[in-house]
């Protein structure tokens, strides 16, 4: 932006032929508004101005350079102009995916509100829990619960969510309740994994004494569906390891009891992946920061419940 700002000095020393005056005009001190021009000369290796003791007129190139310079400052403003309007009334579709369950709780239920408050945008939602190529798919904003890991795409983290490994009362009864992350391996207890074509969760990290483990962890059946595992659990048939809000409301009705609590898994971060052109567009600012601010409220609440 400084180079705007050196444009915009030049061209009100043309039209006031004073460097006080076009910096009082730009909110610039005189020596301030001296950098810009000696700066912008520099650039372009030219003297723009003739100095008197009282006026600065343009040399031959500062005559030419300013026409120049007027239709660059012109366009820049267009384009404010446009992008302000943009996000006054902003307009056109918006690709969003999220996991199963996030978007069942969170992302959905927000979709409504979002709408009435922009209603000229249009919102497609994709839930899967499996990895959604963002780029091929031409997908404009992905939140998701995990790391970024590819480096064509940015990251804006929403927050940190805990995790919590929990089994239904009878599961207990029936197997034991695990006193030590060991207990969940080499059979001892029934694990139950989101599982599919790509997928990195074959084992599970655990805070313990000793720090950060990963414990390759198993059991009869999998799915690639998060809400079904919850399901499972809900009825008996193993251990899961979800983020503590998902589970929460099952937690306080005593369907679902915490284990391993000195050894908790690994908090998840909440985030907001998006291609790196992708965030010039407005509409995807207002989404992320909309649903960042949705999830921030929706989710404490649960979690003080």
């Known amino acids: 932006m400084s180079y705007i700002k050196n444009l915009r000095v030049f061209i009100r ?28 000369e520099k650039h372009l290796g030219v003297r723009l101005f003739n100095r008197t003791t009282r ?50 709780t969170l992302i959905g239920p927000s979709i409504p509100d979002f709408h009435a408050k922009y209603p000229d945008i249009e919102v497609r939602l994709r839930l899967s829990d499996h990895e959604v190529d963002i780029m091929s798919e031409g997908v404009d904003v992905a939140f998701k619960l995990g790391i970024l890991e ?22 207990l009864e029936r197997r034991g309740t695990p006193q030590t992350p060991d207990d969940l391996i080499n059979d001892k207890h029934d694990c139950l994994l989101l599982r599919f074509p790509g997928s990195k969760e074959y084992y599970w990290t655990l805070q313990t004494p000793e720090g950060l483990r990963k414990f ?9 569906d998060s809400d ?3 399901q499972w659990a809900l009825s008996g048939h193993g251990l899961i390891n ?31 992946i998006y291609p ?6 407005p509409k995807i600012r207002l989404i992320i920061d909309y649903m960042a601010d949705r999830c921030h409220r929706r989710i404490n609440e649960i979690l003080k419940s």
Request: hydrophobic share 40%; proline share 7%.
């Open 13 to 40: 020393v043309v039209e006031l032929g004073n460097l006080s005056a076009a910096g009082r005009d730009q909110r610039a001190s005189p020596a301030v508004a001296s950098n810009r021009i000696k700066e912008l």
């Open 55 to 104: 006026k600065l007129t343009p040399t031959e190139h500062g005559r030419v350079f300013y026409e120049g310079a007027v239709k660059i400052i012109e366009a820049v403003e267009e384009a404010e102009a446009a992008i302000t309007d943009i996000l006054q009334n902003p307009k056109g579709a918006l690709r969003i995916t999220a996991p199963l369950s996030l978007g069942r």
């Open 150 to 171: 590819n480096s064509n795409l940015r990251m804006r983290g929403i927050m940190n969510c805990e995790r919590v490994i929990c089994a239904a009362p009878e599961y």
């Open 216 to 224: 390759e962890i198993a059991g009869p059946y999998d799915s690639d």
């Open 228 to 230: 079904v595992l919850t």
């Open 242 to 272: 979800k983020p503590l809000f998902e589970v929460k409301q099952y937690i306080n009705e005593g369907k679902l009891v915490p284990v391993l609590t000195d050894a908790p898994p690994a908090s998840i971060q909440l985030a907001a």
């Open 276 to 281: 790196h052109k992708r965030f010039l567009d």
